[in-house]
């Protein structure tokens, strides 16, 4: 957990850098839906001004729990021995997709996919799957 406070607060104290402010005025001013999917883990789009940010590797801003699935906003120092709001279990941890699980939203993502007009790929090394992937994707289904 010591890893993920940690995070959290450094994600607490940065601030939105000239390329989450410039994807914040795209989509605000592109003409049709500009949809943003991030495998960053921090809030850094929505406070530079995007909206319906997928994602698809969880945030460290919130928790998850276990045992029924909850997830809420994770304090800034979480504790293993945290229990979880809805059914108190002692089975939380952060909302963040570790190595060899599922990323989130695959579903929706494929499915924007399937109907972009255009994908821009920025910030990403092109190693990290399935995102690694996208841009073929979306060529393919052109």
Known sequence: ???YNLRRANSVNASPNAA?????????????TVSLVTQNIDDLHERAGST?????????SRALCHQCGARWR???VMLSTDPCPT?????TRPDVVWFHEV???????????SQAQLFVSI??????WPAAGYAAQAAKNR
Request: net charge negative; with cysteine.
């Open 1 to 3: 957990m010591e890893f």
């Open 20 to 32: 989450h402010l410039a994807l914040a005025r795209l989509q605000r001013e592109w003409p049709t």
């Open 52 to 60: 319906g940010v997928i994602h698809m590797h969880g945030q460290v």
């Open 74 to 76: 994770a304090p800034l």
């Open 87 to 91: 059914c108190h279990a002692l089975s």
């Open 103 to 113: 990323p989130y939203y695959l579903d929706e993502i494929e499915n924007l996919l």
């Open 123 to 128: 910030g990403t090394s092109g190693t990290v």
